[in-house]
């Protein structure tokens, strides 16, 4: 029952882990992937006190941050 | 009579295809949900309203391949389909800077690109367009871009090899059909740019991790999950590394050609008169202007409002030109780089995905001004063979004949050996006789030039 267990867990894992994004037909590559988590880590503080900033700007001007494409 | 587009079989969600003439894209069943999501959530319009992707309109063609179809779409018309191996840095620039911008347009209505290929985007009316309405699939919560890798090889690879090697390099392009491998681009940059964070991270980190990881046999993407504020974070980050890269179009052969010619401003002037004159004599609605430099006469036709391809084979005019097109807004004229004694060729699978230059025409009308002694002198092709191009090449031919005394014939000859007994009116007129017609031949006054309007038989 035990290794049933085990065995179902570890086949849904790696389906978990092989199963594509819908309709990825390119190869993403397993380095460009790994990298974007990488590079995430390095701009994700920088990131994450820009929109603190901008809802402080925001609040105390009333005006969102002006990107054309936000509509 | 149909036929399925050679270039469009990478994607499983549809494909391109002709019916008597129409271009129709079969959207196929697996891809049903993410089109009425593009559609639904508004995408497609609000892209479309930016000019950023090809309108479509919706009918009811049959589709070609029934059994596994959703819908047919018929997407507008680009007029001439061009490679970003035959762009200038700020077109390829300004390509790259479009997909990041549909890519973030995308990403906030909960859609991503899965592709971000350079031969999707397309010059249409003066403007970079994504073509490819299938691009687009359902964002996941914590997904990292899928189209990263592509995006790095297609476009900030090339253009940083561009601005800080050599411009030439854009040729790569055409070698590496998927974009310029990473590692590539890594060895031949130099270290200096390791210290700009942009390329430091996008580029050469990006290129050690792909080396890193080149043996695993399993996704990374159960391990890199990426909040969406912080892939935002990253678009803006490829966007401003491709921003920050730089090219200053100075110092090659034809750079300041028109300032250093034996056409004064007024003959230059009587000369675009003339131009103009035959021009208006015939049914035109596309041009090819083969040795185009800046434009100067390609915007005689595309200032009449015919749809203009001005190639010429030097990045420092083509860039200029493209810079006064978007200066200018204008929409008819297309500048692109394009090296006439070796025209891109078919390239890609079964060497169909791309099309060489003459398969993308014939075009109806050619100009062909002061190029012809740098076709036949420089690079030796009789002037038979340069009249089956031309016939080939467009049903009109606008061509000026430069002789041997004039100053630019002169210089070619001054340091080799006159092999060219032929290279006369005479002979130049014979030659051309065997494809085309002389509908009219007029004598550019202040010059020993003949401008001729021609008309293949």
């Known amino acids: 029952m035990k290794i049933t267990t085990l065995t179902m867990t570890g086949l849904i894992m790696a389906m978990l882990l092989v199963s594509a994004p819908a309709q990825a037909y390119i190869d993403p590559g397993t380095g460009s992937f790994m990298i974007q988590g990488l590079i995430a880590g390095v701009i994700g503080a920088g990131v994450a006190i820009k929109l603190f900033w901008h809802k402080i700007k925001a609040a105390l001007t009333g005006k969102s941050a002006a990107d054309p494409d936000d509509d | ?457």
């Open chain 2, 1 to 457: 009579m149909t036929d399925i587009l050679s270039a469009s079989f990478r994607d499983p969600s549809g494909f391109l295809f002709h019916r008597d003439g129409v271009l129709l894209r079969q959207i196929n069943q697996v891809y049903a949900e993410d089109y009425a999501r593009l559609c639904d959530s508004g995408l497609a319009e609000r892209l479309v309203d930016k000019g950023l992707l090809i309108p479509h309109a919706e009918g009811d063609d049959e589709p070609l391949r029934p059994d596994i179809a959703h819908r047919v779409i018929r997407p507008e018309l680009v007029d001439f389909i061009s490679y970003p191996y035959e762009w200038s840095f700020s077109q390829l620039q300004d390509a790259a800077l479009a997909t990041l911008r549909i890519q973030k347009i995308a990403l906030k209505s909960g859609m991503t690109l899965k592709d971000a290929s350079a031969y999707n985007i397309q010059f249409h009316r003066g403007r970079p367009v994504l073509i490819d309405t299938l691009s687009f699939t359902t964002f996941e919560e914590g997904m990292p871009w899928v189209a990263y890798r592509q995006f790095c090889q297609h476009f900030l690879a090339p253009l940083a090899l561009m601005a800080y090697r050599d411009v030439r390099l854009g040729s790569l392009l055409r070698t590496h059909i998927d974009g310029v491998p990473l590692d590539l681009a890594a060895t031949l940059l130099p270290t200096r740019t390791k210290l700009k964070p942009g390329l430091a991270m996008h580029l050469h980190a990006h290129a050690a991790s792909q080396k890193k990881h080149q043996d695993r046999r399993k996704s990374a993407k159960a391990e890199t999950r990426i909040p969406k504020t912080t892939l935002l974070g990253i678009i803006d980050s490829l966007a401003g590394a491709v921003r920050g890269l730089r090219w200053n179009p100075v110092g090659t052969e034809w750079g300041a050609y028109y300032s250093d010619t034996n056409y004064s401003d007024e003959s230059l002037s009587r000369k675009r008169d003339l131009v103009a004159d035959l021009l208006g004599r015939i049914d035109a609605k596309s041009v090819w202007d083969l040795g185009a430099n800046n434009g100067f006469f390609s915007r005689v036709a595309s200032d009449r409002g015919l749809s203009t391809v001005a190639m010429d084979i030097d990045p420092v005019a083509v860039e200029h030109n493209w810079r006064e097109v978007k200066q200018k807004g204008e929409t008819a004229i297309l500048p692109i780089l394009m090296d006439l004694t070796n025209p891109s060729s078919d390239l890609g699978w079964d060497h169909a995905e791309r099309t060489s230059l003459q398969g993308r025409g014939p075009t109806d009308a050619v100009l062909a001004l002061a190029l012809i002694h740098h076709l036949a002198i420089s690079n030796n092709v009789p002037l038979s063979l340069l009249s089956r191009f031309f016939a080939r090449a467009g049903r009109w031919l606008i061509i000026e004949f430069v002789p041997k005394g004039d100053s630019q014939v002169d210089r070619l000859l001054a340091t080799r050996e006159d092999v060219f007994p032929e290279y006369h009116r005479e002979g130049f007129e014979a030659a051309f006789q065997q494809d085309f017609e002389v509908v009219q031949r007029q004598d550019i006054e202040g010059s020993q030039r003949t401008l001729y309007l021609m008309k293949r038989r």
